[in-house]
């Protein structure tokens, strides 16, 4: 079997080239001959249409870059994610919606409306709206971003305006902070209809988020049925083959949905949990790709 890997040209730290070895060592001991393509190189593939000899039986796409999913797929590739599910994980309003459809609790979240340059937030009720649904402390979240970036705590109606017109009129939500899970969560890695591994992650600063790039740490974590159905029924909902999906702890530790992540890195949780999710995502594809093949043939 002959696949791609498709993976950012532009992103070339080393926690990425980590991901990606192991990605490839789980294909070779399948006998999966998996081969690095970037969306560099891609780019340039409408001029240039995939040959029959150079045709991979499957694209594992590592990356977010959603317009080369869709030119992928409309050139016949089967994608692991899809450009769909990728596309309504990359953006925090757009999972928002998708969830609050489908039934599943997030915090109560405000998307501010689409604007152009040099708007001033402060003149808006907007503000006022959000001070009642929410009060203080609430979360101010650019729709687009990773690693707990673009995300912040504020105080003050200070700090919101001067934060949304920072932001300007890029894309952003605004949301209730749930206090009851403070600097923690657990994430959840889904491939397929199983969770393959869990982590409980905290902060041991006064930083309100948990993620392990702003120096939080993990340990092993053994989710309760709640948290697996929710992690399982958002993936589903999404349409994804595999993510990463993070759940807060409301009252009485309810789960609450707080993100979804359609290429979760998972190079840590190996060395926490001992599960290799690459191995997971693997065997997951060849069963898809043979079930595929005996739907053909009968």
Known sequence: MNAWLVINHFLKSEKFAEISNLLMA????????????????????IFKPISQTERPDFVLFWNKDIRLA????????????????????????????HMSNNGLKMPKTLIAPQTYHNIDWGAYDIIDAAEDIFGYPLVLKESIGSYGDQVYLLNSREELVNGMNSIGCRPMM????IQTSKGRDIRIYIVGNQ??????RYSETDDFRANLTRGAKMR???PNKQQIQMALDAVKSIGLDFAGVDILFGNDDEPILCEVNSNA???????????NVAEHIMDYIVDAMHNAQCTIHN
Do not use: P, W
């Open 26 to 45: 789980a294909a070779h001991d399948r006998q999966i001959e998996l081969a690095i393509k970037t969306n560099y190189e891609l780019s340039f593939m």
């Open 70 to 97: 869709r030119l992928l797929e409309a050139a016949g590739l089967k994608l692991y994610n899809s450009a769909d599910a990728i596309e309504i994980c990359d953006d925090k309003a757009r999972t928002y919606t």
């Open 174 to 177: 605004l949301q209730e902070f």
């Open 195 to 200: 969770a393959a591994a869990a982590v409980y």
């Open 220 to 222: 092993r974590y053994e």
């Open 265 to 275: 890195h998972f190079k840590k949780t190996l060395e926490c949990t001992g599960v």
